[in-house]
């Protein structure tokens, strides 16, 4: 059910919104607004189309229009690092910021990536106890996935990135935190490869999860050669592109019966995640998961 924004929008509505380019096919206004709605509150979430020569001044006008906060997508969530007062120790350890939070008109950055990836894996009981875990990309998703699987007792993280020496700037970032953890815990291995680790049968042997964490299947052209049949019964596919069909990732992993997801589950947790970040009060549970569920046409 959509309220009419004329029903909802006052002098004292406060305004959340995610910025993007492009952004209008973003599912966060409708998560957004259903949960405001549930929950009676004078606020709504819109979708702004910015530019990324206009994001510093879009940043800006939070503080000068006394919006809670602000989320960021593609392509501005490296950028925007700069452009915050203050940063919180994962949006700087992931080096991008996806949620902007005003506090008292000075811009703080945070990052729920990681957080809403690991919390979708946890609800499948993925049990990574040393395993290793092959993460597909090195860009602005990437790291999220390596922190996720790092926290959640992977042995070894093989990021396999199409640009290797990107690939290899992520991995030493991660091996200085793993290091930097110390307190006599055993030390997880980090890897860089190209693509064609993912046709290296032993790699794909090895592997409890595979992570996509590129564009790549998001609009035409498929997904890179995988040797999927070598992967383990027990391994699951998590796509963070999120679609009403099966991926070019996901679908020859489940033609072969394997456990396959995603990134759907990933967003309404960010979504919720934010929600509470810009009110001070938590979502009513499930509701906007089961909006964005409706508007994939899961439900
Ligand atoms: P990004 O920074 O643009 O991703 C760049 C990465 O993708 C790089 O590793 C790049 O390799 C690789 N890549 C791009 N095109 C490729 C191609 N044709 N062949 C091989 N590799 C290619 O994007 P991102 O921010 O990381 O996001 C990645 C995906 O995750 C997007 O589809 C995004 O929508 C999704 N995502 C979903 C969620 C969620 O909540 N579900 C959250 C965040 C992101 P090179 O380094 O070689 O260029």
């Known amino acids: 059910m959509t309220t009419p ?27 957004h607004n259903a949960a405001y709605a549930a929950l009676g509150l004078d606020c ?7 530019t990324p020569e206009r994001l510093r001044d879009a940043l800006r006008a939070i ?28 949006a700087r350890l992931l080096a991008a910021v996806n949620c902007v939070v005003n506090r008292d008109g000075a ?9 809403g990836l690991e919390a979708d894996l ?56 793993v290091a930097g953890r110390g307190g006599g815990r055993a030390r ?46 027990d391994c699951l596919f998590y796509d963070m592109i999120y679609a009403r069909e099966p991926t070019p990732f996901l679908a020859p992993a489940l033609a072969l019966g394997r456990r396959a997801m995603d990134g759907a589950g990933m967003l309404a947790n960010q979504g919720e995640l934010a929600f509470e970040l810009f009110n001070g009060v938590a979502p009513p549970p499930g509701l906007m998961r089961r909006t964005l569920m409706e508007r994939l046409g899961r439900l």
Do not use: W
């Open 188 to 233: 997880e291995t980090i890897e860089a490869r190209g693509l064609a680790a993912l046709t290296d049968r032993a790699t794909v042997a090895s592997a409890a999860l595979i992570v996509n964490a590129t564009p790549m299947g998001l609009k035409s052209g498929g997904f890179a050669p995988l040797a999927y049949e070598a992967a383990p019964v």
């Open 122 to 177: 946890r609800e499948q009981r993925i049990a990574l106890n040393g395993r290793a875990v092959l993460i597909v990309g090195a860009g602005g998703a990437a790291p999220s996935a390596v922190l996720a699987c790092l926290r959640m007792g992977a042995g070894r993280v093989v990021i396999c990135n199409r640009t290797v020496e990107r690939a290899n700037r992520l991995a030493r970032r991660f091996a200085r935190y």
């Open 63 to 90: 503080p000068a229009l006394g919006m809670p906060g602000v989320n960021l997508t593609v392509p501005h969530k490296q950028r925007a690092l700069r452009m915050m007062a203050r940063l919180s120790d994962e």
């Open 5 to 31: 924004a004329a029903a909802i929008l006052g002098g004292r509505t406060r305004l959340c919104a995610v910025f993007g380019d492009p952004v209008e096919h973003s599912l966060s206004p409708a998560m």
């Open 107 to 115: 811009l703080h950055g945070d990052n729920t990536d990681a957080r």
């Open 44 to 50: 709504a979430y819109a979708a702004f189309h910015v």
